[in-house]
């Protein structure tokens, strides 16, 4: 089993529509998750952290934990066509983050 | 300068060259990163320097040489590359090992 599995895609979504990316883990353990975006040639940018179960939203952003079934997702409210890239989860592993291979979205305007 | 820099941004080398990426940041982070990540491919994790001290080394051919110099500033020494190691080369920073790591920009390298 990968450490921090993401469905590859490309997910392709109507623009205006929730855009939900999923991540599972392996390791109990973990206690820090991040989502990372990353459009094409450039590098990944941070955008949500979330350390405990439950919800997590900023603006068009929510992070869900669920560390009972080892999952982490992102939905992403209204998608806009800008909303396109590689979305990126990570899992802190005993001190070291571990990235997922990151999920295509594409928006569909 | 704020966050994480890198330069060059692009750089083109022979086989038999020898170059230096450099990468700074400027947020007061104690640990730092290089990966490399090829064309469609996943980030691959290549050293992780803590308090200036090397901590994970994964398998990484002895062409790709790091240094860091004190905690803002790390290089990648590179001599005598293969074509195969053309790719981005990102460097990241982060508070500490296990926290939110941030990026720089990116060197996009091709070896000729």
């Known amino acids: 089993q990968k450490e921090v599995e993401q469905n590859s895609g490309p997910l392709s979504v109507p623009e205006g529509a929730i855009a939900s990316l999923n991540c599972t883990y392996s390791d109990r353990g973990s206690q820090s998750f991040f989502w990372y975006r990353q459009y094409s040639g450039k590098s990944p940018e941070l955008i949500m952290s979330i350390y405990s179960n439950g919800d997590k939203e900023d603006g068009r952003f929510t992070a869900q934990l669920n560390k009972a079934s080892q999952y982490v997702s992102l939905l992403i409210r209204d998608s806009q066509p800008s909303d396109s890239a590689t979305y990126l989860c990570?899992?802190?592993?005993?001190?070291?983050?571990?990235f997922g291979k990151g999920t295509r979205l594409h928006i569909l305007p | 300068e704020t966050g994480v820099t890198q330069t060059p941004r692009h750089l083109v080398m022979g086989m038999t060259n020898k170059k230096s990426l450099k990468c700074e940041q400027h947020?007061?982070?104690?640990?730092m990163y290089w990966y490399k990540q090829s064309a469609k491919k996943p980030l691959e994790l290549m050293f992780v320097?803590?308090?200036?001290?090397?901590?994970e080394n994964n398998s990484v051919p002895s062409r790709f040489s790091p240094e860091c110099p004190n905690s803002s500033h790390l290089f990648l020494h590179l001599h005598t590359l293969q074509p195969e190691d053309s790719a981005l080369y990102l460097c990241?920073?982060?508070?500490?090992?296990?926290?939110?790591?941030?990026f720089g920009p990116g060197t996009r390298l091709t070896v000729t």
């Open positions: 947020l007061g982070h104690n640990a």
């Open positions: 990241a920073s982060s508070p500490g090992p296990g926290y939110e790591q941030y």
């Open positions: 320097y803590s308090l200036e001290e090397r901590v």
């Open positions: 990570a899992v802190n592993r005993d001190d070291k983050i571990i």
